[in-house]
């Protein structure tokens, strides 16, 4: 029970990364609130299976942002972690966008902004509103949800890759602005293609088997969330390259 008690926000947690990140902090003792911008059975079932509190939101808003924090602050009257793992991807740019690539002119503009809009917009108005509250506390743990390196310069990748490179430069300034305040933030990624939502349908069998499964996020995001990592800040965690040396410790890297 490494959590034990401990707030946390899981944006986007309703299915994918997000959910297997919901459940591996539920299950060490957090309590867990799970966001959405839509999806709200969904988000239910995902609660109610850790006991969490499903709550709508969309990240990309600043007052759905100012509800939501205030509301789990009402409730709980803190917030210890924040996961910023909502996300829009390329499937709502190019439904087969891993097999048949189309160059950023194609890209329709209001499909670019939303998914700016979501992957870096709303990820620092998730950040700005929760940091001042953990500041307060001289705690708190943020966990930004990023990608591999290659990825973000993977042809045809317009504009989620641009997205997320925007995400890691962010995290990167943030940490130092961070350090020595009892708050830290740290970037974790799969370390690959995973299974979830946004890979679309139509990918082939031969690829699907290959892709990572979004549980492996569970057990680096609970070490980055606990007490154990009050000195870790600002690295670039891989979750699959995970070691279990006694104790779980990460793999990674000062993020650049």
């Known amino acids: 029970m490494k959590l034990k008690d401990k707030v946390a926000i899981v944006t986007g947690g309703g299915r994918g990364l997000g959910k297997a990140i919901a459940e591996a902090l539920a299950s060490e003792g957090a309590k867990v609130v799970v966001t959405a911008a839509r999806q709200k059975d969904e988000i239910e ?13 969309d990240v990309s808003k600043k007052e759905d942002v100012g509800k939501l924090v205030d509301e789990v602050i009402s409730k709980f009257g803190r917030i210890d972690i924040l996961v910023n793992n909502a996300g829009r991807g390329m499937k709502f740019v190019n439904g087969n966008f891993m097999t048949e690539p189309k160059p950023f002119w194609e ?96 990918l082939p069998d031969t690829m699907r088997s290959k892709l990572i499964d979004p549980e492996v996020m569970g ?38």
């Open 107 to 202: 890209a329709d503009p209001d499909v670019w902004r939303m998914v700016i809009d979501t992957n870096v917009n709303g990820v620092f108005l998730m950040t700005r509103a929760v940091v001042t509250r953990m500041l307060e506390r001289h705690s708190g743990r943020i966990i930004n949800i990023s990608m591999n390196y290659e990825t973000m310069k993977r042809k045809g990748f317009t504009p989620y890759g641009p997205s997320k490179a925007a995400l890691e430069s962010m995290s990167s300034i943030w940490a130092q602005e961070l350090e020595g305040t009892g708050v830290t933030l740290n970037v974790l990624l799969p370390g690959g293609a995973t299974d979830t939502g946004m890979i679309p349908d139509s």
């Open 219 to 256: 057990p680096p995001a609970v070490y980055l969330a606990s007490d154990e990592a009050g000195n870790v800040n600002g690295q670039r965690i891989v979750a699959i390259e995970w070691l279990r040396t006694g104790e779980k410790k990460p793999v990674g890297c000062k993020i650049p």
């Open 45 to 57: 079932a995902a609660a109610s299976k850790i006991g969490g509190v499903p709550i709508l939101a």
